[in-house]
Nanobody, 130 residues
Framework: VVQLVESGGGAVQAGGSLRLSCAAS????????MAWFRQAPGKEREGVAA??????????NYDDSVKGRFTISQDNAKNMLFLQMNSLKPEDTGVYYC?????????????????????WGQGTQVTVSS
């Protein structure tokens, strides 16, 4: 089991930036990919960005809605995951969750499907006002 704790959420105006952090602990050695998801009120949780460990190539994957604005990164030595969010829009509002995948082995291309992740943080709220 991997424990995940998010931080860095808050309220910002459209066009602003936020940086989310996720601290991982527990069985992190068997983490095959990590990701950020978000859930807006009344909507399904959706994948935003994902990354495989650096030793596996560090490849990233982004939802089309955030490409060019969000950047996922990691510090494997410190078991930290980050999401730099720039040019924020009101539609980026939601609870952002950190997720870790510890089954299925390594993949070259990190997955964004919710079913691909088995460890979740409690979430951090991001609110973007127009």
């Amino acid at each position: 089991v991997v424990q995940l704790v998010e931080s860095g959420g808050g309220a910002v105006q459209a066009g602003g930036s936020l940086r989310l952090s996720c601290a991982a602990s527990g069985n992190t050695r068997n983490t095959y990919s990590m990701a950020w998801f978000r859930q807006a009120p009344g909507k399904e949780r959706e994948g935003v960005a994902a990354i495989v460990p650096q030793y596996a190539g560090g490849n990233t994957n982004y939802d089309d809605s955030v490409k060019g604005r969000f950047t996922i990164s990691q510090d494997n030595a410190k078991n930290m995951l980050f999401l730099q969010m720039n040019s924020l829009k009101p539609e980026d509002t939601g609870v952002y969750y950190c997720a870790a995948r510890t089954f299925g082995g390594l993949t070259t291309f990190p997955l964004l499907a919710r079913s691909a992740y088995d460890n979740w943080g409690q979430g951090t709220q991001v609110t973007v006002s127009s």
